[in-house]
């Protein structure tokens, strides 16, 4: 004999769904013409909240130097899009990307963007390199509930966050 859910089961059924679908949000990068067209490469770090100052200082200039040892230890968690290899100017992260789970088991609260951006850049902390963009993990409550997508934009300049998330949140 099957036993029917109460009004109220169902309903903490469908807000537990709500929620955990809330925290999965997919990742937009798109180059601008410019860079789309050219060989760019383009890193996600999922970091958790110790490794934080190590990647905020980090010299991005060593960092895209071959070889380099921080960048070869965080390939297991890493996502690296590459443009200029595809017609598509835009990439994108889903909710399902196994990516995901490897920043879950490492507890990552920072996504770090950063880009392989041609030209010569000053190196300087956190963002204020134009090459690396600190921004909340995916699954942060610092992007609110309602925010399904996190788009961001790869400029010849710098990297542009095109979705915002809550003041106060770092």
């Known amino acids: 004999m099957k036993a029917a859910l109460s009004k109220g089961q169902v309903f903490g059924l469908l807000l537990v769904g709500l929620l955990a679908g809330a925290c999965s949000r997919v990742v937009n990068v798109t180059a601008t013409e410019g860079i789309c067209r050219k060989s760019v490469e383009v890193h996600l770090v999922g970091v958790n909240r110790f490794e934080k100052d190590l990647w905020d200082e980090k010299k991005m200039t060593d960092y895209w ?33 196994p990516i995901r789970n ?13 880009a392989d951006l041609p030209g010569v850049f000053d190196d300087m902390p956190g963002n204020a390199d134009a090459r690396r963009l600190r921004l909340p993990a995916v699954d942060s409550k610092c992007w609110g509930l309602r925010q399904s997508k996190i788009n961001i934009s790869i400029e010849a300049s710098n990297i542009v966050p095109l979705t915002i998330p809550k003041s106060r949140c770092d």
């Open 102 to 114: 490897k920043w879950k088991s490492r507890k990552a609260e920072y996504l770090f963007v950063l």
């Open 65 to 97: 130097t071959p070889g380099d040892q921080l960048r070869r230890s965080a390939k297991e968690y890493t996502y690296v899009i590459r443009f200029g290899q595809e017609p598509s100017c835009k990439r994108t992260l889903g909710k399902k990307d």
